[in-house]
């Protein structure tokens, strides 16, 4: 028996090197020529009104009229309505028929000579919604910013009777020698005990992701695997059941005229790894041919050589969500200041509490340990909630580099959502443009040439293991979660402009990012 391989090319490099450029150019010809159908796949809805925008307008120069532009160029998208009654595969399915979908939209009939924008969690709830193989071989799959192929996903609130029809429903194989087991469907799974299981769950929000979680575990195109492999060993007083999705790429572009991935540094993701893993695939680098792709991207390195790189500590390790949640002290302070602790009998414990009185500002009583600890601890430079202090530092960096520089925008300002609360929102706003790190592709802040890149955006401990034990052993978790997170990020201002001779600034939390970018 003949084996039947997926082809898929791949373009991989710094961002600004012309990824983008390339599609449009891919989307531009479809259209003119009437030859294929393009899907254009990105991780957001905005990168896809971004990209549908450009074309239209290179369209339009190419004497197609704005309203055949527009017909020719379709984003579906799943409502954000809570009544919405369907999906982007019943979408893509009633766009294909050329009917209305289930809300009553009426996207226009798909024909060959057209553009299709899907974000990547529609386009790998698709199965069998593209009608026939006279379309299938005529669409070519353009996946950009093609990176994390799995996700920790939302846990899922049960109470104590749908935890325990829970178990009835899957069932858990172990994964390898790991603490996580794939999840299928049970042989006494019936669509009336999951509806009473829907039941049982309080939110509305829990009940739409368990409805969600039956429709990945039954798509071949994805796996999904719990933390809890013994699903038996749910405890009725932690019925809170942790996930992960991985998505399966080659799968998803199986069957499929042509496909193209690209990302920057395509070449460390998970998907890059999975497919090369798929005995069944056969990858291509075409990053060469793309157009001037040396010349850019030396002329992109350069720029970072040039660029200034400031980080705020000479901490050995990348800024972690935990290290947010508690303190900072100088770190030639602390030996001193245990020592000090331990004269005055304070259990050195103490440092753990100093955080939570001076963040929710209690004040203990004079006699407790942890008072003659916060009057120690004020003598030094200290902060109790430290994206204030880093904020601080990044501000006055800033001011001084405007000194003797004009800037065109203000600063881009990355920090972690949960974490926007502790700054002044009047101050941020008025000295920053606030980014957020899924930002992949947008080209909106080319304009500005300083970033401060703030977010902790490390895995879990338990999400690293998975990944590892997935994705396997070559895979490197810190160059593509916090590496790739980061130069994405950076990426967004004009040091992605080959062409652009202003100065940089580009601040980071700590030395060890710096060393990496």
């Not at 891919?26 to 450009?54: G, H, R, S």
């Not at 009544?83 to 399915?93: E, L, N």
């Not at 226009?108 to 299938?136: K, M, S, W």
């Amino acid at each position: 028996m003949v084996k039947k391989y997926t082809y898929i090319d791949y373009i991989s490099g710094v961002p600004g090197l012309g990824k983008t450029r390339w599609a449009l150019n891919q989307m531009e010809e479809a259209v003119i020529e009437k030859n294929k159908i393009v899907f254009y796949v990105a991780p957001t809805i905005a990168l896809c009104e971004q990209v549908k925008k450009d074309l239209i307008k290179k369209l339009i120069k190419r004497g197609v009229s704005k309203k055949e532009a527009k017909r020719r160029t379709i984003i579906i998208n799943s409502s954000n309505r809570e009544d919405s009654k369907g999906t982007v595969a019943s979408y893509v399915k009633a766009a294909f028929n050329g009917t209305k979908d289930a809300d009553g939209v009426y996207y226009g009939e798909i024909e060959v000579g057209c553009a299709i924008f899907l974000t990547h969690d529609g386009f790998y709830r698709l199965t069998n919604e593209v009608p026939n193989d006279y379309f299938r071989k005529r669409i070519h799959v353009i996946f950009d910013e093609a990176k994390k192929s799995i996700m920790e996903a939302n846990p899922i609130q049960l109470s104590m009777t749908a935890a325990e029809k829970f178990k009835t429903l899957f069932k858990a194989e172990p994964y390898k020698d790991t603490a996580y087991g794939r999840l299928s469907i049970s042989k006494d799974f019936s669509k009336t005990l999951f509806k009473e299981v829907l039941l049982g769950i309080e939110t509305r929000r829990h009940k739409n992701r368990m409805s969600a979680l039956l429709t990945d575990v039954q798509n071949p195109r994805m796996e999904v695997y719990i933390t809890q492999p013994k699903l038996e060993k749910i405890k009725s007083r932690d019925r809170s059941v942790k996930l992960y999705e991985v998505r399966i790429p080659a799968k998803a572009f199986f069957n499929y005229a042509q496909v193209t991935v690209m990302s920057a540094f395509f070449t460390d993701s998970q998907m890059f790894y999975l497919l090369k893993s798929d005995p069944l695939v056969r990858l291509r680098d075409i990053t060469n041919t793309l157009d001037d792709v040396r010349e850019r991207e030396l002329q992109i390195k350069k720029r970072y050589l040039r660029a200034r790189i400031i980080p705020l500590t000479n901490n050995t390790r990348v800024l972690s969500k935990n290290q947010l949640k508690s303190f900072l002290v100088p770190k030639h302070r602390i030996p001193d200041l245990e020592k000090e602790f331990l004269d005055l009998e304070i259990d050195v414990s103490a440092l753990k509490l100093l955080n939570i009185y001076l963040r929710e500002g209690k004040t203990p009583k004079e006699k407790d340990n942890i008072y003659r600890a916060i009057k120690l601890v004020k003598r030094d430079d200290y902060s109790a909630i430290p994206i204030k202090w880093y904020f601080r530092s990044a501000q006055r960096i800033i001011k001084q580099w405007k000194i003797n520089r004009k800037l065109k925008e203000k600063p881009l300002l990355f920090i972690n959502k949960d974490k926007e609360k502790y700054l002044s929102r009047k101050e941020v706003s008025e000295e920053f443009t606030l980014v957020t790190t899924s930002s992949n592709g947008l080209n909106h802040y080319r304009e500005s040439s300083v970033v401060a890149f703030l977010s902790a955006i490390n895995p879990t401990p338990t999400l690293s293991r998975f990944l590892t034990a997935r994705v396997g052993n070559e895979y490197d978790v810190n160059r593509d979660f916090v590496l790739d997170v980061a130069m994405q990020c950076l990426g967004r201002c004009s040091i992605r402009e080959a062409d652009s001779t202003d100065d940089v600034l580009l601040i980071l939390a700590n030395s060890t990012l710096a060393e990496m970018v």
